[in-house]
């Protein structure tokens, strides 16, 4: 039998105590436990590792609202028929009717004891915002083609997101960029979460189905039929609305009063020039 | 019973299979994530693509393992950080000292010495390399078998016993500084 040498033989002490050691391997290693007594020592340090590790039981125990949140995910159909929505129009759209409600901002704060509980889905976006900021959220489709990130989305999410593009002219310089996005799981099903930037600093907009969620808590603002909620978290600038089946959550950092996150969508000077600051227009 | 795409009976225990996992996938989850927030969303996915990936596999033997590797692939694929762990090999090559006092007998004291070293324990695996934190778990706590933790994390079952060894070697070299070992050593 071929002589082991101890030195060599770390690596088949965790495996023989496992039981992971077979055949003639086996058999060679225990015959050399016989004549070793340093060996004999590390098979019986693993074992009281062992031992300890069993006594101790789980690390981790998973938290009750995680149980309960895979009891939902587990019970919903697996195949899940999508809901279409055309999310261009709409987003375009409502992202220009939320620059009167960020406008609005400073003279709708909720006056004292009005305030009301956060939005599920504000405090989310506001989340998954700051955890983006901190690295901890890669995006998942890096682009800045409004195109190709809305095509990744395509059967990822349960409706059709088509990201806006401004159509920004020749001439004039875009104010912002379209950095990606990644799923987020909410509610045992995805939300859009699409990363914008601008000034070097990032705008997120979250989007998933109103059937997971509707926007409450904050000052209200409505323009026409319309109900945006405003707050402040973790001192980001949320914004929050639903419309056609969809529900948003726009968040930003921006100095001021983050109107212009909404440039997103509206950024061209003309349209700038036609929303100066001070009252919002009449809701169309 | 099947645990296979079908009636209501095998998606009821499809469910009840996949919820049992619940613990041990979120100690997972922690391993490599290491923040609960970013845990639960790893969980939270993996149930979501079992769900939707469940038909493709044939779950009738190890529903526990598929779970695993698919928390394991978002996680690889999707969610970690490019940083890599750097393995301290100086730190391995240290190799172990005794820790044969864990198993001394003993009454009240060595009792609360015990706590004490769970405690330890935890703070030993939390603060391994990632890589060498997975192995650890998942035959540790999870006993999956080397072959079992090879397919969760996609390499050699030869990597997986080093690893293991070089994981538990940290680990007892860690134990082996509790403030109490120069006391336990005393008394033999």
Same mark, same amino acid.
């Given at each position: ?9 770390? @690596? ?148 059709? @997101? ?11 310089? &875009? ?61 980001? &600038? ?47 | ?23 041990? =996938? ?14 639960? /969303? ?15 596999? /044939?779950?009738?033997?190890? =529903? ?5 590797? $698919? ?54 695996? /939390? ?9 650890? $778990? ?10 079992? $933790?090879?397919? $969760? ?36």
């Amino acid at each position: 039998m071929r002589t082991m040498d101890c030195d060599s033989l770390d @690596l088949l002490v965790s495996a023989y105590v496992d039981d992971e050691l077979v055949g003639e391997e086996r058999e060679a290693f225990e015959a050399h436990l016989r004549q070793c007594r340093r060996c004999r020592g590390a098979v019986d340090e693993v074992q009281a590792l062992l031992a300890l590790m069993r006594e101790a039981g789980p690390l981790h125990r998973a938290p009750p609202g995680l149980r309960e949140m895979a009891g939902r995910v587990l019970a919903r159909p697996p195949s899940p028929s999508a809901r279409r929505w055309p999310l261009a129009v709409a987003a375009a759209l409502l992202l220009g009717v939320a620059v009167s409600a960020w406008r609005q901002w400073p003279a709708r704060r909720p006056a004292a004891g009005a305030t009301t509980e956060s939005s599920e889905f504000a405090s989310l976006g506001a989340d998954t915002h700051l955890r983006h900021v901190r690295g901890q959220l890669p995006l998942e489709v890096r682009s800045e083609r409004a195109a190709e990130v809305a095509g990744w989305f395509a059967g990822r999410v349960p409706f059709n @997101l088509t990201l806006p593009d401004y159509p920004i002219g020749s001439e004039e310089r &875009k104010p912002y960029a379209l950095v990606g996005g990644r799923l987020v799981a909410f509610h045992g099903d995805y939300a859009a979460y699409v990363v914008y930037r601008m000034e070097h600093r990032p705008i997120s907009l979250l989007v998933a189905s109103a059937s997971a969620v509707l926007p409450r808590g904050g000052s209200t603002v409505t323009s026409g039929a319309l109900t945006f909620h405003l707050e402040t978290l973790a001192g980001l &600038k949320v914004i929050s609305w639903t419309h056609r089946g969809l529900t948003y959550a726009l968040v930003s950092d921006l100095p001021e009063d983050g109107a212009r996150s909404c440039l997103v969508c509206h950024g061209s000077d003309q349209e700038r020039r036609l929303r100066p600051a001070g009252p919002p227009p009449p809701a169309s | 019973m099947s645990l296979q795409a079908g009636g209501p009976k095998a998606e009821a225990a499809f469910r009840e299979a996949s919820l049992a996992c619940l613990d041990g =996938l979120f100690g997972f989850a922690m391993v490599l994530a290491r923040e609960p927030a970013a845990a639960e /969303d790893l969980v939270q996915e993996t149930y979501l693509r079992a769900l939707s990936a469940r038909h493709k596999a /044939d779950l009738s033997e190890n =529903l526990r393992g598929w779970l695993f590797t $698919i928390l394991h692939n978002v996680w690889r694929n999707e969610v970690r950080r490019p940083r890599l762990e750097r393995l301290d090999e100086a730190d391995v090559s240290r190799g172990p000292r005794s820790v044969v006092w864990l198993v001394s007998p003993g009454g009240p004291h060595e009792e609360l010495e015990r706590v004490r070293l769970r405690e330890t324990l935890r703070q030993a695996v /939390d603060e391994l390399p990632s890589r060498l934190r997975e192995v650890v $778990i998942l035959r540790g706590f999870e006993g999956f078998s080397y072959q079992e $933790i090879a397919s $969760i994390l996609g390499c050699p079952t030869g990597t997986v016993m080093s690893r293991l060894a070089r994981g538990r070697a940290l680990i007892r070299r860690r134990l082996a500084d509790h403030p109490s070992r120069a006391s336990c050593e005393a008394g033999r």
